[in-house]
């Protein structure tokens, strides 16, 4: 089950990547709410830049990330959409997403968004942009 979890959690950080999720980045624990979501802004801003997207695929990603936005707060129930509201107020967005005790069925249906959205994204992609955003993330991941 855990791995399950963690596999939903890949998706949703490269999902995040792509700017189609509603699950942020991680967050360090001394930083400030303001501090974390300015450093994530940069990151994804300055990610974005490097691939010259071109402003309908600005617009196409922007709308998948809306959608899929939607489509995850579908999935949770009210209690679970109102510790996420919580939790995003209070800046632990990370501990909120952790703690709402996701059913499997749940967990599927937020995996299967976020593959779609992946994948929705990386369609509007041009093959060169596609490759860069593949060395983004493997020089991310070393380091």
């Not at 990547?17 to 994530?40: C, D, E, K, R």
């Not at 510790?83 to 107020?89: D, G, L, P, S």
């Amino acid at each position: 089950m855990f791995n399950n979890f963690k596999r939903v959690l890949a998706v949703a950080m490269l999902s995040t990547t792509l700017g189609g999720i509603a699950i942020p980045s991680i967050v360090s624990a001394q930083t400030s709410p303001n501090q974390g979501a300015q450093t994530t802004q940069k990151h994804h801003d300055g990610g974005w830049k490097k691939l010259n997207l071109n402003d309908d695929q600005k617009q196409q990603l922007k709308t998948i990330h809306t959608n899929t936005k939607q489509q995850v707060q579908a999935v949770l129930t009210d209690a679970q959409r109102a510790q996420i509201a919580t939790a995003k107020q209070s800046g632990d967005r990370k501990g909120a997403w952790k703690s709402l005790n996701l059913t499997a069925d749940q967990k599927q249906q937020i995996k299967n968004i976020h593959k779609s959205s992946r994948d929705q994204s990386l369609a509007i992609l041009t093959p060169e942009q596609r490759t860069q955003l593949q060395q983004m993330k493997a020089n991310h991941h070393q380091g």
